[in-house]
Structures are given as structure tokens and as C-alpha cells.
């Protein structure tokens, strides 16, 4: 398992809010889903309201 820093935005309720987040995953792919699960629970957010720019090891 690899650490991937994962960054975008998502919808908060001022506007759009930038985030990076540090996610240890097997892959590019399984960290991606992981911030998508992470913030969807969070901040109570569906997946149309998070734009994920990049994934990096």
C-alpha cells in the first residue's frame, strides 16, 4: 500500500472549497474512491458536488 496525495474542491456552502488530503491506498484509483467516500461522509456530499483534479504517489 503506497500513500497518494489526493487534491481538488468540493461544493461547500459559500462557494467551491480546495482540499488535499493525504490517503493511503493499493492504487491511484482506490485512493480516488476513498476521498470520494471520505468527503461524501464528512461533509455530507454527493460525488457531482467533489471535482478531484489529481492523484499523485
Known sequence: MGQYTV???????E???E???SIE???ENV???YAYSEFG???GLERTQIE???VEA
Not at 7 to 13: D, L, N
Open 25 to 27: 491506498a493499493a492504487n
Open 7 to 13: 487534491s481538488g474542491r468540493f461544493q461547500a456552502r
Open 52 to 54: 478531484i483534479d489529481g
Open 15 to 17: 462557494g467551491w472549497q
Open 31 to 33: 485512493a480516488e474512491e
Open 19 to 21: 482540499f488535499s488530503t
Open 41 to 43: 461522509s464528512k461533509h
